[in-house]
């Protein structure tokens, strides 16, 4: 019966073995279908040698890492089981052995693998910058050290300090619990070797001598573990001392007068005492009592009287004399923060606004009045879905702003690319054939000049419809087919023997095979591997799979350019350009650091990342066919940047070579600037005790949209700058003093050729109160007319919207301009404006066009003024009769659709809402 329950046993040992090898074999097998993958991926786009770089690094981190901690770990379990059957004076027997070693292989591996692995996770890329970091060329204030030091060096030591701590405290925690293991594993034996004593008339029990042995045993081990804590505080005072730049107990940001006389002499005390301390418990055998009292009654003193004498100094010393005190350290503050953001460079120049604007002045200004925006990005994206869509599975994700030029004009557009949204096919057509091998790309862009209006409000199209129609030459798409987009989450296998879905055309589909480049080819070793990555054996087995497909991956832009740089940052807001033939997208990205002395952090505004340093240091441009990514190097003075590109040396090119006609599309981040913008409103103060007074704080003001209040966008605007001889493409943004709502400076940043990420602040004059945005819109709101319009439209059922409201600086006058959107009631309602309003001086007009609305301000005498081109909108609540014909010829589309797709109901849905319109048309035609 025993033997048959130690064969049970040994079956159970045996599965358990088995299966614990079949994981390991799985976690192994995983991560090299994934590495195999990465690099036929990698090649493929050209990016091996930058991937090869982080692989290497991470090895040369991880593989010395993981043997050193492991040969630490193992030795110094090894040890504490030797000390231990030393200590209590037992012999090993056999059979205890083994279980006790394979026990410290398995914590050894367990505490070594985790630990290598956090490690590599962040520290390869820390490492290879602390290597290879450049020199910013200027020093801290305090210590004398290059700025290169704390964004590079600093942050690695501070992250070895950190793993050291963690590895002690879980070696610490290990112990503990491996010798309480041991005791319990061993304790018969223990009792069976102490037999009970008699000394005199008191007995010694063998569990009271057991007890004593165990605290003697792990006192010696808490002694060398108090060792390691002395001397990892004593490193984490140093690192302290360096961190107080980044101190937000003064008046500022960064070290004040207390963290330098004070704080900065406790932390180097402390790290001279707790070194002492550390190499006095390693090298003292034994310690007394009086010594251990003595330590800790030290460091408790050191530790209350440095919190005693802060508090003393900042309270007696330095808060009745703050500004005399605080003085260089906010001289510091500004210094700093303005060189982090960049805000060092701006040009201030004085707007001396005169407000004496004429209709010739107007006339001399026609580049700047003819790229007023009469429209806005948020009901343009609604319009662009509606009107643009033509399918339910096409989506424009998102608008964005650019120029070009039409006509030897140069032109403010909205555009956005029509991708394909797979999820929105029916559902009877959500099969893998559909959305892996024919529904593979989106198609083309719309386009339409921000100053150009249909008779109904809605946007006058420059390139619509597919296929792609377009009556300027440099707008005509030859490549017009979207694989990689913003929406292009899934990945898509081309070049099979189904054909690809490329556009609806009447009543059947234009189909099409992949031409570009792009792809990875699918021979069996790839189908293998792909097939096993993406977990989908169909890519396998398919019948429509040929040696000639290719399968597309990471089709997400901004996830393909993750994938390439992960350690790089990356504005969201991506923006697609139509340029020689094909449709690029253009990525901003960033080089940013929270370890810059003496700045003021901030956090972007996804919320997602902290920082005290940023710049626009290269641009990516992605193909949309091809997939082809390229990053170009823009800023060749950023320290960051320069240490990046001596790491991956084939990762950026110079910004000459970016494809001809993409480089006249660049334009400065939004991101960017309102970030800066943030910033630069209480940073513009140099003067220290206006600063610490706060006497010049300015903010940005608010506006209304869809009846919300919130802070006012930087908008993208075009018009010519006082004192320039032409029109440009500028993000600007407006400031009020704060709690205020009087215009007091508009900051400008330059998009075009060599003036390209130039900022210019505008101060208006100081001697008069200039009406700001927020107020102009409050007296918009309290012009009789105005809102007696609006309450009118209102209560016809209709929603009344308003877009962004413009300042418009035109040589020494200002203008505001905002326009009105109505969206009639109904679900696929589209906003359409229907009104202009235009604020100048104390003068408010609110007219069908901007024409009207300029004419009557300036030239209220008949003399004609040219402005953006707008028909006359029609306000009425059924709209014009073209508004009609477009709307039946969508609804058709949409009916024939559903009848391909076998939806009946909805096909029925559809041909109801045709008839409907047919009738208001009879209605209307009987009228005229």
Do not use: C
């Amino acid at each position: 019966m025993a033997k048959k329950m130690r064969s049970i046993d040994f079956r159970k040992k045996k599965l358990w073995i088995l299966i614990g090898i079949f994981f390991v074999l799985f976690l192994i097998s995983t991560q090299l279908i994934t590495f195999a993958t990465d690099i036929v991926w990698f090649r493929q786009i050209g990016y091996l040698s930058t991937y090869l770089r982080g692989v290497f690094a991470s090895l040369m981190i991880g593989v010395p890492t993981f043997f050193g901690v492991s040969l630490l770990v193992y030795l110094f379990f090894n040890k504490t089981y030797k000390d231990f059957l030393v200590h209590f004076n037992t012999l090993e027997e056999e059979n205890q052995r083994k279980p006790v070693k394979r026990g410290i292989a398995l914590v050894t591996f367990v505490l070594s693998f985790g630990f290598t692995r956090a490690v590599v996770s962040e520290g390869w890329m820390n490492m290879l910058k602390a290597i290879h970091g450049v020199s910013f060329g200027i020093n801290d204030p305090i210590f004398q050290k290059d700025l290169g030091f704390y964004v590079f060096q600093l942050s690695f030591m501070n992250e070895i300090l950190l793993a050291l701590s963690s590895l002690v405290v879980l070696l610490f925690l290990t112990t503990i619990v491996f010798g309480f293991l041991l005791i319990l594993y061993l304790s018969p034996t223990l009792l069976d070797r102490h037999e009970e004593e008699r000394e005199g008339i008191r007995f010694i029990h063998p569990e009271k001598r057991l007890q004593n042995q165990v605290s003697t045993f792990f006192v010696k081990r808490l002694r060398f573990f108090g060792a390691m804590f002395f001397l990892l505080i004593a490193g984490r005072s140093l690192m302290l001392s360096y961190f107080l730049l980044y101190s937000q107990r003064g008046a500022v940001f960064g070290a004040g007068y207390t963290d330098v006389a004070i704080n900065l002499w406790v932390y180097r005390i402390d790290a001279v005492l707790a070194s002492v301390a550390g190499v006095v418990l390693l090298v003292r055998k034994k310690l007394s009592k009086k010594f251990v009292l003595s330590l800790i009654g030290i460091t408790l003193v050191i530790n209350l009287g440095s919190t005693f004498l802060e508090t003393t100094v900042q309270n007696f010393v330095v808060a009745p004399n703050e500004l005399s005190k605080e003085k260089p350290y906010i001289e510091n503050a500004i210094k700093y923060t303005k060189l982090a953001y960049g805000l060092d460079k701006i040009e201030t120049r004085e707007f001396d606004l005169k407000n004496d604007m004429t209709a010739e002045g107007l006339s001399q200004n026609q580049e700047t009045v003819m790229n007023i925006s009469l429209n806005d990005y948020r009901p343009t994206n609604e319009a662009f879905n509606q009107l643009q869509g033509l399918r339910g599975y096409y989506r424009f994700s998102d608008v964005d702003i650019d120029r070009y030029v039409l006509d030897g004009n140069l032109t403010q557009v909205f555009l956005s690319v029509r991708e394909m949204d797979k999820s929105k096919l029916e559902d009877k057509a959500q099969n893998w054939i559909n959305t892996k091998l024919k529904y593979t790309h989106g198609y083309g862009l719309a386009m339409a000049p921000v100053n150009q209006l249909t008779p109904s409000g809605q946007p006058e199209m420059v390139m619509k419809n597919v296929p792609v129609q377009s009556n300027y030459p440099n707008l005509k798409l030859e490549k017009p087919q979207i694989y990689f987009g913003e929406l292009a989450a899934d990945y898509v296998i081309v070049n099979t023997k189904e054909l690809e879905f490329d556009y609806p055309k009447g009543e059947s589909n234009e189909m099409t095979q992949y031409q570009g480049n792009g792809g990875i080819p699918l021979n069996f070793v790839n189908r293998l591997l792909f097939a096993m990555r993406q977990r989908d054996f169909k890519i396998l087995i398919s019948e429509n799979i040929t040696s000639d497909s290719k399968i597309l991956i990471y089709r997400d832009v901004l996830g393909r350019v993750k994938k390439i740089a992960p350690f790089l940052s990356y504005d969201s807001d991506i923006y697609p350009v139509a340029v020689n033939g094909r449709v690029m997208y253009l990525i901003d990205g960033y080089t940013v650091s929270e370890n810059f002395p003496y700045s003021q952090p901030i956090v972007n505004r996804n919320g997602t990342e902290k920082m005290n340093y940023i710049r626009n240091s290269f641009k990516v441009v992605v193909d949309s066919y091809d997939g082809d990514v390229s990053f170009y190097l823009l800023d060749e003075t950023d320290p960051i940047v320069k240490t990046y590109a001596k790491i991956f040396p084939d990762l950026f090119k110079p910004i000459d070579t970016m494809p001809e006609g993409v480089k006249e599309h660049l334009r400065y981040p939004q991101q960017l600037f309102d970030i800066q913008s943030e910033i630069y409103s209480t940073y513009h103060m140099n003067d220290s005790q206006v600063f610490y007074n706060r006497e010049d704080q300015w903010s940005i003001p608010s506006e209304f949209y869809g009846g919300e209040e919130s802070k006012m966008e930087s908008i993208y605007s075009t018009y010519r700058i006082p004192g320039e001889k032409q029109a440009e493409f500028l993000l600007s943004i407006p400031y009020t003093p704060k709690a205020k709502q009087n215009l007091t400076g508009l900051l400008i940043a330059r998009n075009d050729g060599e003036e390209y990420g130039k900022l210019i602040l505008y101060r208006m004059p100081k001697d008069k109160i200039i009406i700001g945005p927020q107020q102009m819109e409050g007296k918009f709101s309290n012009n009789d007319k105005i809102s007696k319009d609006l309450s009118l439209w209102n209560s016809r059922g209709s929603e009344v919207l308003r877009g962004h409201i413009l300042t418009i600086p035109i040589d020494d006058s200002l203008l505001y301009i905002e326009p009105l959107y109505i969206r009639a009631s109904g679900e696929n309602a589209i906003p359409e404006v229907k009104r202009i309003i235009v604020g100048y001086k104390d003068q408010i007009v609110m007219e069908e066009t901007l024409s009207k609305a300029l004419e009557q301000i300036f030239a209220p005498d008949g003399k004609r003024i040219v402005a953006p081109t707008q028909t006359v909108p029609n306000t009425g609540e059924n709209g014009t009769m073209s508004d009609k014909i477009q709307e039946a010829g969508i609804k058709y589309r949409e009916a024939q659709e559903a009848l391909r797709n076998g939806s009946l109901s909805v096909y029925q849905q559809k041909v109801d809402e045709i008839g409907a319109l047919i009738e208001e048309l009879e209605k209307q035609q009987a009228l005229h």
